[in-house]
């Protein structure tokens, strides 16, 4: 790459003629993953780093995931002879944030230590950049900024979901820059991509490729995404060129999110064993890189993968990221055998994504339970009926919902529910249905978010219809599902806001299900690892607090309610708290805390 950017433009580099002599497997490729949040995000996360605070409420996750695309992008590239290096850009972030890099430093220093320095030492030909979600937008543009920055000839691509369904945003913006967009699963485009760069006739080679976007045609004809055939063709995904793949699986995001940090020496690795989803939920934006059509891996080859992720990396627990894992029965069933016969009780299995609780039946949840399902979350998204069928299209029959929870509690499984609160159209009322369906529903723990409109989705084509979002100008500095970026004629934000806090406090912790069924334990499990987290939230220290009574361990639960008096003592946010939901009550409170409040 070039550091000379003040070449004119007609004579041509060393490098540009140098290029043209380089075959696709001599040219240096980087793949990059870019910071899953916007810079303003990652400003404010900087700025609370630097003030020492953190707040829950705003629900942003900064671990990072083995990154998936990229990996099978890397892997097809090397099985066609074609080298690649991979960054991750958003794990850099999350290493200087634990760190305490950021202490003495700002994002510029970052982009510096952790980019441009690196695309110095590599002179890269092409950069492939991921970029999975709509709230990432302005920090890929500065990547693509920094990118041209240091060379005008350095082949820009991008792919992932946000490009996918906003390449015309894109390439109308002047704050980012890219040569290429490509539509949906990139695999085989990428390849073809690389291996035609340099044809003479690329540019109406690409105007003429159905899922290939560039910035001279973009207008011309309306393209759509690619989808891969046949799973089992695909090459394996380069895991073992991750840098610090040790790191994704030891400290895997999901692991640690779905409580099982229970279980000692975790070794994960995402899988993918199918790809699409035919539903139409609203708010869903998948369809768009993985199509409505379910394509699956055969079970061999998913045996042969496990084997492997086993042999090479001693992996003990299966991520599986599937939108519509449970589609069909008899394949789960065979897959679990499999998995148990050769493994017996080794895996610990997650579904982070959720399952769709309304196809399992006693047979399907004892084989997932054999093969290693200890958590399960089913999406349920709404709990009014009216929503479900008009509002968020997916339909579910509530009251099956409430079986599908019992028959698995039944198998003593760990059960979460996903809930949605905010839809375009939805009200106040409805809202409130929906929370109380979730208390019904009488799940270990209930994750409620807030309805963000993403690119691709039915909700984002009527937040635009609506006067809601402006596609044109919005930055997406805010897509993200904690947080709420919409007023419309039934609800603010803010109410939205307050719902969702509500809902949450509710269902987690006043109404805690191992609390209230007398399982101390795994309350004082719960709370622990959040009080770890968040040891300001006043109710994180409330339920572990209650917990620690009901285990009759008095020392302990003294110390936990000092904590609570000092949280009193040092922001009075939390005596009105006390107040309104009545904790001093419930958790015989010192006298002289309440008073705190006046
Ligand atoms: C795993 C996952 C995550 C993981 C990590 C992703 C990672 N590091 O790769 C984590 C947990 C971090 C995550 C988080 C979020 N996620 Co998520 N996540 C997914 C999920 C389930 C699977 C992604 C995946 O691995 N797919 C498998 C691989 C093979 O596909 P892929 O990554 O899309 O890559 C293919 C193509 O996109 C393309 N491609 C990708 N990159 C590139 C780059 C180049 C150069 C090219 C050419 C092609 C290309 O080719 C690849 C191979 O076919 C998707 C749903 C889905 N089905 O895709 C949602 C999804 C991507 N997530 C979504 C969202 C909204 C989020 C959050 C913002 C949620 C939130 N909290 O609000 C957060 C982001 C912030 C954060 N916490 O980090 C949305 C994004 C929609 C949008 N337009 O913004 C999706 C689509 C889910 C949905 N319901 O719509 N997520
Ligand atoms: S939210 Fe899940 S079930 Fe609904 S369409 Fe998307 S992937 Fe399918």
Known sequence: MDTNNNLQPTVKTVKEVMSIEKNSADKKILLCVSPNYSMFMLDEEISNLKKGESDFTKDVDWRPAIPLGILYLAGTLRKKGISVEILDLHRSF???????????????????DFFTNYLIENDFDIVGISSLFNVSFTAVARMTKHIRDLSKNTKIILGGHFPSNEYRTIFKN?????????????????VWLIENLENKDIRQQV????????????????????????????????????????????????????????????????????????????????????????????????????????????????????????????????????????????????????????????????????????????????????????????????????????????????????????????????????????????????????????????????????????????????????????????????????????GNIRANFLNNRALRTGDYLQAERTFKGLVGNYPNHLFAQWGLWQALLGLKKHGEASKVLENIQNLCTADSKNVNLIKKYNLELQVNLNPSLVGASS
């Open 207 to 502: 105007e003429e490729h159905p899922h290939i976007v560039d910035k001279f045609s973009y207008e011309k004809i309306q393209k759509n995404y690619n989808t891969v055939t046949s799973l089992d063709n695909l090459a394996e995904p380069a895991y073992g060129i991750l840098p610090h793949l040790e790191e994704y699986i030891t400290g895997s995001l999901h692991a640690q999110r779905m409580g099982s940090q229970l279980f000692n020496d975790v070794r994960s690795a995402e899988l993918y064993t199918s790809r699409g989803c035919p539903l139409k939920c609203t708010f869903c934006a998948s369809w768009k890189v993985h199509g409505r059509k379910v394509r699956y891996h055969s079970n061999d080859y998913l045996f042969k993968h496990i084997d492997d992720l086993v042999n090479r990396f001693d992996i003990n627990q299966l991520i599986i990221e599937d939108d519509m894992f449970n589609i069909k029965k008899d394949r789960v069933i065979e897959l679990c055998k499999g998995i148990y016969d050769k493994y017996g009780d080794r895996f610990s299995i997650e579904f982070p994504n959720g399952l769709a609780g309304w196809l399992l039946t006693e047979e399907v949840i004892y084989w997932l339970k054999k093969a290693g399902m200890k958590t399960i979350t089913v999406a349920v998204e709404s709990g009014s009926p009216y929503v479900q069928k008009h509002i968020l299209k997916k339909n579910l029959k509530l009251p099956k919902m409430v079986e599908v929870v019992e028959m698995l509690k039944s198998f003593d499984i760990n059960t979460r529910a996903f809930f949605i609160v905010g839809f375009i159209g939805e009200t106040l009322e409805q809202m409130e249905e929906s929370i109380r369906f979730a208390l019904k529903l009488d799940v270990d723990w209930t994750e409620i978010k807030v309805l963000t409109p993403l690119a691709g989705s039915e909700m984002y084509e009527l937040a635009i219809e609506r006067g809601l979002l402006d596609a044109e100008n919005e930055d997406f500095s805010e897509h993200v599902y904690g947080r709420s970026c919409l007023n419309t004629p039934e609800f603010t934000a803010e109410q939205v806001k307050i719902v969702q806090y509500d």
């Open 174 to 190: 002047e704050d980012i820059d890219c040569d290429y967009i490509i539509l949906g699963e990139g695999e085989e485009l990428l």
């Open 94 to 112: 999350y290493e200087c944030r634990v760190s305490g890099y950021f202490m003495k430093r700002n994002l510029d220093d970052f982009f510096r």
